[in-house]
């Protein structure tokens, strides 16, 4: 460690922020003191079930009832139970306004832009909730998305879930029968795909494909397409294929009726990568991916009503589930598809300025990858109303930490964060009440009980693990 951070919040900031108003609502509602973040941490790890009821009450997540009991068998792993008796809609709290303040903005690197408020959110999701109803989709369904990162994947997933179906996605780039190894598992009812996708100055048809994969998927009863990169793609030879605005044409927007599932009902089916076999399906609840986003968004990443939120992501990745929950912290998403570096390396900078991106999230190999073509963002961009900087994927080298502060922005936070597919979440994470320093995470999450070991099983502090 250096003896200077490279960032560090002053008075003002930290009195302002959602964490420090957490530490002061656990002091008010257990009668403790908590004095500083680390005692904080260590409450969240030794009460847990006060942690909890705290998390939930204070993020303002909705559940039609959270039932008696806030954990069972908590002695096993796995088999500890949260919340066993609770009812919640994932969907309904992500869909908690209908107001006309902006819910989605979108940018595609063919310069398409859509914006969506919140009215517009709601009023689409409940005509494809319509829909799939007709359709027969039920509890327990599983729903496939083959779908760049764009509203429409958005609002397909939450129409799903809103009607207790599974959400899976896949990214358009992946080849037929990466497809087939991961939906192939979970035999979809129905297919929500694009009819194809931009990167890199090229458009890429994604029907071919589409059609090879549902030859292969009986399971599949309808394929939903959306019309992105043609106004009338052809669908001949596309199996059991209709154009979105075709699906949804029949129906008006109503008031979504939202059905309340246990705290465990499966939510979505992630994948590990495929390395060592066939990808292995991991199941996520619905109450544990909401609160865990919660607890990252508001109190670890300090996200507000109106903040707007970036994450380069695919649908392929656990980052778009991720960013996808803010919703329920009244956060703009900002959605992007298409290269970080087309038509060059500026284009997610200039994102950021002109939608007056708040949090901007993106990978190590991105920053490394801005590095070495020498771009200087600090030099070209304002960036203004960006507070904080994310980045994960893997380790942020010490010395992108001091690029970052050197070439992009010198008085934001930037946090390393890590977490995984195979727990929906992140167990370092950063906190904006902390300093920065030089190639460190900033802090464990948390509630998550994080510690490195020696090679007899011990923990260890300041050396190598």
């Known amino acids: 460690m250096t003896d200077t951070p ?68 908590l002695d096993k792993m796995p088999g500890a139970k949260f919340f066993p ?106 297919i929500f795909a694009a009819d194809g996708y931009h990167y890199n100055g090229k458009t890429h048809d994604s029907l071919g494909k589409l059609s090879e994969i549902l030859d292969q998927l009986p399971s599949v009863q309808r394929a939903v397409i959306i019309a992105y990169t043609r106004t009338n793609p052809p669908l001949d ?63 670890h990443c300090d996200i507000k009503p109106g903040d707007r939120l970036f994450f380069f992501t695919t649908c392929g990745w656990m980052m778009w589930n991720w960013l996808v929950t803010a919703l329920a912290s009244q956060a703009t998403l900002m959605l992007y598809d298409g290269s970080p570096f087309y038509p060059d390396g500026n284009v997610l900078f200039d994102y950021a300025d002109a939608e007056k991106i708040t949090h901007f999230g993106t990978s190590a190999k991105f920053i490394d990858a801005l590095i070495k073509a020498g771009l200087e963002p600090k030099q070209t961009h304002s960036l203004a109303s960006v507070r904080l900087l994310m980045s994960t994927g893997s380790p942020l080298a010490p010395n992108a930490f001091t690029w970052v502060y050197d070439h992009v922005k010198t008085n934001m936070q930037l946090a390393s964060i890590a977490g995984g597919t195979d727990l929906m979440a992140c167990f370092v994470i950063g906190n904006p009440n902390l300093p920065v320093w030089k190639g460190e995470i900033q802090t464990r999450a948390l509630a998550m009980a994080v510690e490195v070991f020696d090679d007899d099983g011990n923990p260890v502090r300041g050396d190598k693990g």
């Not at 408020?117 to 083959?146: E, I, M, N």
């Open 85 to 190: 008796e609770g009812r919640l809609s994932f969907a309904e709290n992500l869909l908690r306004r209908r107001d006309d303040g902006e819910a989605l903005v979108f940018r595609g690197e063919d310069k398409v832009e859509t914006r969506l408020t919140y009215g517009q959110l709601y009023d689409q999701v409940s005509q494809t909730v319509q829909a799939l109803k007709a359709l027969g989709l039920k509890k327990g369904d599983r729903v496939g998305g083959y779908l760049p990162n764009m509203p429409e994947a958005i609002i397909a997933m939450l129409a799903a879930t809103s009607l207790g179906a599974i959400w899976s996605s896949c990214s358009p780039d992946f080849g037929v029968q990466g497809v087939l190894d991961r939906f192939g598992q979970i035999e979809p009812i129905v």
């Open 6 to 73: 490279l960032w560090r919040p002053d008075d003002q900031c930290i009195a302002a922020t959602n964490m420090t108003d957490f530490r002061l609502a656990i002091e008010d509602d257990w009668n403790i003191y908590l004095p500083d973040e680390a005692a904080l941490y260590d409450f969240s790890i030794a009460e847990i079930e006060k942690f909890w009821v705290s998390l939930k009450d204070h993020t303002g997540a909705i559940a039609e009832t959270w039932g008696d009991r806030v954990v069972e068998n």
């Open 237 to 299: 030879g596309v199996k059991n294929a209709i154009l979105l605005d075709d699906f949804t044409a029949p129906f008006e927007p109503t008031e979504i009726v939202f059905e309340h599932f246990e705290f465990n009902h499966a939510l979505y089916i992630m994948y590990s990568s495929g390395t060592t076999g066939a990808p292995k399906c991991i199941v996520h609840g619905a109450g544990g991916t909401l609160l865990q986003h919660l607890k990252e968004h508001q109190l």
